[in-house]
Structures are given as C-alpha cells and as structure tokens.
C-alpha cells in the first residue's frame, strides 16, 4: 500500500511555470512506475506524463510534450512534474498516481492501469 500527497499547484499568469510535486509513502515507492493525469469537471480524467521505475523511461502526452517534464526522486520517495510555458487550457486538477508492478523500464498511460492515487491539487493558469 502507498499513500500520495500532491504539492504545488496554485493560480500562474499563461506563460509561467510551476513544479508539481507527488510525495509518496513506503520503502518501495523506487518499485512503482508513477504517472501524472489531470481533470476538468465534466471531462475524462487525462493522461498528461508518465515515467517507469529502473530505467526510468518517460512519456509525456502530445498537449503537453515540450512544456512539462515528469522526474522523480527515489531517495525522496517524491515524483515531480515540471510545467513551463503554461496555458489556460492547462487548468485542472492533477493527480499522480502508483502502479503496483515489478515490470521494469515500462511507463503506463491509462488511467485504469494504476491502483493509487492521490487527492490532486488544482491548477489555474489565467489569460
């Protein structure tokens, strides 16, 4: 089992940046591939960056790839997301999320294929 706490949202001009960060309970929080989505009322929640445990491959969807970055600190039990150059349409809230699995060098990009996840925090990014 693994707790996530997510950190750093808040409101940012388009533009601007902010660094979101995910804090993870457990001693094998290094085993999970980790995965950040976001979400607007009345819409699917969404794909937004995904990074594996071991080799740590990432991958970040196409709205967002070139602007937001997905790392992570196993000696922090923390994953963080990076997002620059930020737009009204950005605006959500993001969670991250846990994937109890042994596979290595995998990323997961669909919401149903993890098992934690976290309360979210919200983002607004104003015109």
């Known amino acids: 089992q693994v707790q996530l706490v997510e950190s750093g949202g808040g409101l940012v001009q388009a533009g601007g940046s902010l660094r979101l960060s995910c804090a993870a309970s457990?001693?094998?929080?290094?085993?999970?591939?980790m995965g950040w989505f976001r979400q607007v009322p009345g819409k699917e929640r969404e794909f937004v960056a995904a990074?594996?445990?071991?080799?740590?491959?990432?991958y970040c969807a196409d709205s967002v790839k070139g602007r937001f970055t997905i790392s992570r600190d196993n000696a922090k039990n923390t994953v963080y997301l990076q997002m620059t150059s930020l737009k009204p349409e950005d605006t959500a809230i993001y969670y991250c999320a846990a994937k109890d699995t042994y596979s290595s060098g995998v990323y997961y990009t669909a919401a149903g294929q993890y098992h934690y996840w976290g309360q979210g925090t919200q983002v607004t990014v104003s015109s």
């Open positions: 990074i594996s445990r071991g080799t740590l491959n990432t």
């Open positions: 457990g001693r094998t929080f290094s085993t999970y591939p």
